[in-house]
C-alpha cells in the first residue's frame, strides 16, 4: 500500500462548480497534511496545511481531515479555469501523492 | 510565504558532463532541504534529504556517487549530477524545511526547478 494515495484523474468539473479532491494515507500516526498546487512545468506551491480533525476554509479552498478514516481532502467553491492544475496531497514525512490533475473547463 | 530559489533555472548540457544546481533559502534558515526528480506527466520522486553539516540520506535506487549533494550552510544545499547522460534529463526541484509554530509544525516551500537536458 502506497503511503499516501490520490486518484490521478483527470478530474473535469465546469466553471463556477465544487471541485472535490481526495486523499488516503497509511500511516495513522500522521499529524500534518499538506495541499499543493502545481501548474504544467512549473514546481508546487504550497496551497492548504491542516493538522486538526474537521474543516479548515481559505478563501475558496477547504480543507477536510478525518484522521479515524485517514482521510483528507480539498475542496475548491466556484472553480476557475485558473484553477486547472494537478493538486498534491502530502503528509509530513515529506511523502506525496500522484496528484490529481483537475480540469475546469469555461 | 517563504521563499526557496534555484539556479539555474534551465540547463543544457553534453553527455559525460557535470551540472550543478544550487537551492537556496531567501528568507529563512532551513536545515532540511529536499531534492526531487519529476519526469513529464509524473509525480514527483523524492531523491534525497539534505541535513546541514551532514550526509545527505538518498531513496533507494538514487546513486549517491551519481546524484553528489552538499548541504554546507543554512540557506545553501547543491546538487550535482555526474557524468550525466541523456536519461537524466528531467525536472530537478528543490525545497527547504520551513519550521513554524514554535518549531511544533513544519512545511516545505519548493523552489522554481531547474530544467536539465543532456544531449
Known amino acids: 500500500q502506497k503511503e499516501v494515495e490520490q486518484n490521478s484523474g483527470p478530474l473535469s468539473v465546469p466553471e463556477g462548480a465544487i471541485a472535490s479532491l481526495n486523499c488516503t494515507y497509511s500511516?495513522?500516526?500522521?499529524?500534518?497534511f499538506f495541499w499543493y498546487r502545481q501548474y504544467s512545468g512549473k514546481s508546487p506551491e504550497l496551497i492548504m496545511f491542516?493538522?486538526?480533525?474537521g474543516d479548515k476554509e481559505d478563501g475558496r479552498f477547504t480543507a477536510q481531515l478525518n484522521k479515524a478514516s485517514q482521510y483528507v481532502s480539498l475542496l475548491i467553491r466556484d472553480s476557475q479555469p485558473s484553477d486547472s492544475a494537478t493538486y498534491l496531497c502530502?503528509?509530513?514525512?515529506?511523502?506525496f501523492g500522484a496528484g490529481t490533475r483537475l480540469t475546469v473547463k469555461p | 510565504g517563504a521563499v526557496v530559489s534555484q539556479h539555474p533555472s534551465w540547463v543544457i548540457c553534453k553527455s559525460g558532463t557535470s551540472v550543478k544546481i544550487e537551492c537556496r533559502s531567501l528568507?529563512?534558515?532551513?536545515?532540511?532541504m529536499f531534492w526531487y526528480r519529476q519526469f513529464p506527466k509524473q509525480s514527483l520522486m523524492l531523491m534525497a534529504t539534505s541535513n546541514e553539516g551532514s550526509k545527505a540520506t538518498y531513496e533507494q535506487g538514487v546513486e549517491k556517487d551519481k546524484f553528489l549533494i552538499n548541504h554546507a550552510s543554512l540557506t545553501l544545499s547543491t546538487l550535482t549530477v555526474t557524468s550525466a547522460h541523456p536519461e537524466d534529463s528531467s525536472f530537478y526541484i528543490c525545497?527547504?524545511?520551513?519550521?513554524f509554530g514554535s518549531g511544533s509544525s513544519d512545511t516545505q516551500y519548493f523552489g522554481p526547478g531547474t530544467r536539465l537536458t543532456v544531449l
Open positions: 502530502a503528509v509530513r514525512g515529506m511523502r
Open positions: 528568507d529563512f534558515q532551513a536545515t532540511t
Open positions: 491542516i493538522y486538526s480533525n
Open positions: 500511516d495513522r500516526g500522521s499529524q500534518s
Open positions: 525545497s527547504a524545511r520551513y519550521v
